[in-house]
């Protein structure tokens, strides 16, 4: 007999795809989309059947380990949690602060608020602060509309020109692949801006790539073009928004010639794309998330965010700016409990290494969660050396990966066929359940049955409760609006609060109401004249982040380089060759890509930096001046015969 179970995907992903789970016996032996879902509509990506060889992997560790004069041997839950919670015990007593809990964005469902709620419960123990996803672009949209609100998917329908602007739909965005299949049938517009040259090109009817970081350069360009054509949206620029004269007098600051150059396009090219825009109204302007990885991306942002102003995007049907949502909107913030410590002591995640190194008092102990600091954060290299000193390393994980093998203590968890839960989106606003597929494998455990077993060792008899009734806690504000924890459960809910359009009455939850347009520039350009390529570490379509199972780990990460770039440098395809920063260096395999920009260079990020495959040696550790976000493409790189 076999049943399908509904769930979903919980990686760090922006579809999060609602899953079928095929059960035969307690053996999942298949996951596809689910065909009543409206986000997916049964579509998968290639990453998801992987989901089930990775549960059932036999490298998969499945019971508690310790390490002991440098070696790991089996223990039981029991051993492992005293001696977890003895230690923090013991730094409670000592400093909170000395402890530090890392949650990753590994897994991102609702039940994980209580990680960092057991902790508040303790004391002002150390946490991270910024992140290393979209924290610069959400933040850069906050300052614009006050709070960030995307267009829902189903919207685009309404758009007569959809323009991808360094989003990559073939990789990363499943869910809008029939979006602008219907769009090209309708013999409506599709435009993608994208430095690289990316799988999704042929979904486009016009490309453009224009020099790595100089976006807003680019929008500030199409705005100048169409106020010259009085093709604007004069009310409401004048009577919707802040800032319109200091915002215009940025625009005219440089004329096309200028911009032209500063993006490296054709300015015909640009005057093409501008006419695109006024005759095809309404557009719909969807960012992608390399946009974030810039030290100004905010200045960035808030440009197009400016343009979609001057187009009449804002608040129209089919228009928008989208760049994401709110993953935790359904949710009751309170319950992680941060308010408790409003002054505790907060470590940069995109520093982590710098900031581990300057800690004062230092920090004894790390628990990480959900996540792969050791391989995914910039200059990991450095960030592998501060963890690796810590005295007391804690980590949840499924394999010895190059953050587990750090541990003195490693937890074996759950993956999401194995546990119960709900899961919103940063790409939708659909709310998706987690339904148990099959028993837990082995001696894995979830996170919240961890973090339950620990608060009954510290005597937290409010927090230890029963699954169902943490996420009715959770979820409060969302079943507030009328949709229950059981229409979740049975397939999923769309956020009640979320309109397809949003800002329709074009009034923003800004102090005054009004659209926030830019008002100060600061040219993101970036040089290193030591260095001759911008590094674009991107999303590969054969595997998530460093989620690669071991074995299918690569052995040499692939570099993309111009053709002609390459015979320049005396490089023939599948070479080895170094590539170095201005923090480390990686070896690498040439792939000659004859339309690629010749001033860049493409690594896929992921892979483990235990196989010499990670990319984040090269990356330099640099904040965003917005979002507290990872500015990963702020490296430049040199190629060298290995």
């Known amino acids: 007999m076999s049943k399908l179970i509904k769930t979903a995907c919980i990686r760090d992903c922006p579809n999060t795809c609602s899953l079928l789970a095929k059960v035969e016996g307690q053996r999942v032996v298949s996951l596809t989309g689910d065909p009543e879902a409206p986000t997916n509509q049964g579509r998968v990506c290639r990453k998801c059947q992987g989901y089930v060889a990775r549960a059932y992997d036999p490298e998969r560790l499945l019971y508690p380990l310790i390490k002991s004069?440098?070696?790991?041997?089996?223990?039981?839950?029991?051993?492992?949690?005293?001696?977890?919670?003895?230690?923090?015990?013991?730094?409670?007593?000592?400093?909170?602060?000395?402890?530090?809990?890392?949650?990753?964005?590994?897994?991102?469902?609702?039940?994980?608020?209580?990680?960092?709620?057991?902790f508040n419960l303790l004391g002002p123990v150390?946490?991270?602060?910024?992140?290393?996803?979209?924290?610069?672009?959400?933040?850069?949209?906050?300052?614009?509309?006050?709070?960030?609100?995307?267009?829902?998917?189903r919207d685009h329908l309404n758009s007569r020109l959809l323009v991808l602007w360094g989003r990559n739909p073939i990789v990363t965005s499943l869910n809008l692949l029939p979006v602008i299949k219907k769009l090209k049938e309708e013999g409506k517009e599709v435009v993608l801006i994208d430095p690289v040259h990316t799988e999704s090109v042929p979904l486009a009817t016009f490309c453009l790539a224009p020099r790595p970081g100089s976006d807003s350069q680019l929008a500030l360009a199409l705005a100048r073009l169409v106020f010259e054509a009085k093709a604007e949206d004069l009310d409401f620029l004048t009577n919707h928004c802040e800032g319109f004269e200091a915002y215009r007098k940025?625009?005219?600051?440089?004329?096309?010639?200028?911009?032209?150059?500063?993006?490296?396009?054709?300015?015909?090219?640009?005057?093409?794309?501008?006419?695109?825009?006024?005759?095809?109204?309404?557009?719909?302007?969807?960012?992608g998330w390399g946009l974030h990885r810039w030290r100004h991306s905010h200045i960035t942002i808030r440009a197009i965010d400016g343009l979609g102003a001057v187009l009449?995007?804002?608040?129209?049907?089919?228009?928008?700016?989208?760049?994401?949502?709110?993953?935790?909107?359904?949710?009751?913030?309170?319950?992680?409990?941060?308010?408790?410590?409003?002054?505790?002591?907060?470590?940069?995640?995109?520093?982590?290494?710098e900031e581990l190194e300057k800690a004062d008092p230092p920090v004894e102990m790390i628990m990480i969660t959900a996540g792969n600091p050791a391989a995914m954060l910039p200059d990991s290299s450095r960030v592998r050396k501060a963890i690796a000193r810590i005295p007391f390393k804690v980590v949840g994980g499924h394999f010895l990966d190059d953050t587990a093998a750090l541990a003195d203590v490693f937890l074996p968890a759950t993956s999401f066929l194995e546990e119960d839960d709900v899961v919103a989106s940063y790409g939708h606003s659909y709310i998706c359940p987690i339904n148990k597929a099959i028993p837990p494998l082995g001696e894995a455990r979830s996170d919240f049955d961890l973090f339950m077993d620990l608060g009954a060792r510290f005597g937290l008899t409010d927090y230890v409760k029963p699954?169902?009734?943490?996420?009715?806690?959770?979820?409060?504000?969302?079943?507030?609006?009328?949709?229950?924890?059981?229409?979740i459960q049975a397939g999923g809910a769309y956020q009640p609060d979320i309109p397809h359009a949003p800002f329709q009455d074009k009034v923003?939850?800004?102090?005054?109401?009004?659209?926030?347009?830019?008002?100060?520039?600061?040219?993101?350009?970036?040089?290193?004249?030591?260095?001759?390529?911008?590094?674009?570490?991107?999303?590969?379509?054969?595997?998530?982040?460093?989620?690669?199972?071991?074995?299918?780990?690569?052995?040499v990460l692939w570099v993309k380089v111009n053709a002609e770039v390459a015979q320049e440098l005396g490089f023939t395809e599948d070479e080895l060759v170094l590539v170095k920063s201005s923090v480390g260096q990686l070896k690498a395999t040439v792939k000659l890509e004859p339309k690629l920009r010749k001033d860049l260079v493409v690594i896929p990020r992921g892979g483990w930096a235990m196989d010499g495959c990670d990319v984040n040696v090269l990356t330099r550790a640099v904040l965003t001046k917005v979002g507290s976000g990872t500015a990963y493409y702020q490296t430049r790189v040199n190629l060298e015969k290995f």
């Open 69 to 118: 004069h440098g070696q790991f041997t089996r223990a039981s839950w029991a051993t492992a949690l005293d001696l977890v919670a003895d230690k923090i015990k013991e730094l409670l007593a000592a400093d909170p602060s000395k402890i530090l809990y890392y949650q990753g964005f590994g897994s991102r469902t609702a039940l994980k608020l209580l990680n960092r709620r057991f």
């Open 312 to 353: 009449g995007s804002i608040g129209a049907v089919g228009g928008g700016v989208s760049q994401g949502f709110e993953e935790y909107q359904p949710y009751d913030w309170a319950i992680w409990g941060d308010e408790a410590w409003p002054n505790r002591r907060k470590l940069y995640m995109p520093l982590l290494g």
């Open 508 to 555: 923003f939850p800004t102090p005054t109401g009004k659209f926030n347009l830019l008002t100060e520039y600061e040219d993101p350009a970036i040089f290193d004249p030591e260095r001759r390529f911008a590094l674009l570490s991107v999303s590969p379509k054969e595997w998530l982040c460093s989620e690669i199972r071991p074995g299918e780990r690569v052995k």
């Open 126 to 153: 150390s946490i991270t602060k910024g992140t290393i996803c979209g924290g610069a672009g959400q933040g850069a949209q906050d300052l614009d509309y006050g709070a960030r609100i995307s267009h829902d998917i």
């Open 467 to 487: 699954r169902d009734e943490w996420l009715r806690l959770i979820l409060a504000p969302t079943i507030k609006m009328g949709v229950s924890l059981e229409t």
């Open 250 to 287: 940025i625009v005219f600051q440089e004329d096309l010639t200028a911009r032209a150059k500063a993006t490296d396009l054709d300015p015909q090219d640009i005057v093409k794309l501008a006419e695109l825009m006024m005759a095809h109204k309404p557009v719909a302007l969807v960012l």
